[in-house]
């Protein structure tokens, strides 16, 4: 087998990659730039190209520009930790086999570069970004994925169904589907079929001639017409009436439709993406949606998640959504307290991200300083989670920790209490196994006494401070758990993988676990 290549500035990045390939009997070269990478390649070619993007001098989108064009068999792998958008579409546009952002679990690369190993990809040339799709934002995992799923489509014709809840941006994935295909430059045409009353929904669609009902003094053309040659965005396609399901139907199938009171056919040459909050599935069971509607919008289905499923975004979209408000409204971007940023991130969301975007306008207009603390966020947000508190607190009573099981401190308790990190109490005792005092009670009166001890001496922001000593201690009992097994650790914790790894980069744990 040929060398696996890795460029990437970092050294340490390079040292995890050389290590795993090491263990795994792959041979590999490591540089530090693309230029080495180019001069490399006058004589040898490697079996797979892991790079990463933002690199002094040239980028490695600009290296896979190059290598594609020259040899467009080696299949890439593009590794950034800037997770965004336009990076994973640009990359996939260039040619990437695939994208993994930074920080990757290991196990995870040497899977991507195994199948490299074996399938060659080509794409496209890239393209510039578009204003639209800046707000479309995410690390998280699923929304790795959905920026993925673009950057795989943007080069396609194929129709498309967007489902998800209210307020997840099925709208901004639909128009960035399109400002990424070979029909960019033609018109991008969106209809909530919800909002228009069913008399009037016909004619929004196809159009209609003058005459053919009252009211109708002009000819005028339907949404059909005005998207010729772009897309056709059909937004919560669920509630279309029955008829009307019919007549979309044949034109997905024929490719012509009629307008109201028309007799010639008028061609439609539109790219259709649909989207749903419902289970168009569960209509279909009901009688309500048409089966074989659903089989021709469902030629690729697009999930986007809720809120609450990628709670490690909601700092990010905070401080975009923050910034926008205050340059639309006028002064300085206001900054959250790690203590409000912890409520916003325990809160569900039923709004997902335009609730997001609407608690940041009003802390904009609201919030009387440029620091914005608990006491400052909306009523509904800090009604939830007071509510939280409570429920917690009637759920797990202080006998909730079985009196003959030992459990382990973690370092936010030592301030209050003198227990040594990572000691082990018996709750049932006066003694724990270091010879100090037991904790009288249980680890939440033990973090509580903790928390009121750091309040007490001045401590700016505690709870920062407290939740990583607390994540520190749960990673690693849940790896001496699984015997360093991360993705059960992080099933354990009830983490995705990405977020355990991130979370152990975060806290210079990779050493240590």
Known sequence: MKNVWIVDDDRSIRWVLEKALSREGLPWRSFENA??????????????????????????????????????QVPVIVMTAFSDLDTAVQAFQGGAFEYLPKPFDVEQALDLIRRAAAVTETAPSSEERTAGEREMLGKAAAMQDVFRAIGRLSQSHVTVLITGESGTGKELVARALHEHSPRKGKPFIAINTAAIPKDLLESELFGHERGSFTGAAATRQGRFQQAEGGTLFLDEIGDMPADLQVRLLRVLQDGEYYRVGGQAPMKSNVRIIAATHQNLDERVRQGMFREDLLHRLNVVRLRLPPLRERREDVPLLMKHFLSKSAQTLGGEAKVLTAAAMQVLQNFSFPGNVRQLENICHWITVMAPGSQVDVADLPPEVRGAAAGSTTAEAVAAPATAVPQDRPATVPAVMTEATGVTPGATVAFNGNHHASGSPAVSGDWQQALAAALAAAIQHGEQAPGERLTREFETTMIRSALTQTKGRRIEASEWLGWGRNTLTRKIHEYGLDDDV
Do not use: C, F, W, Y
């Open 35 to 72: 230029i080495d990478v180019q001069n490399a390649l006058e004589n040898e070619t490697p079996a797979v190209l892991v790079s990463d993007v933002r690199m002094p001098g040239e980028s490695g989108l600009s290296l896979l520009k190059k290598i594609k064009a020259a040899h467009p």
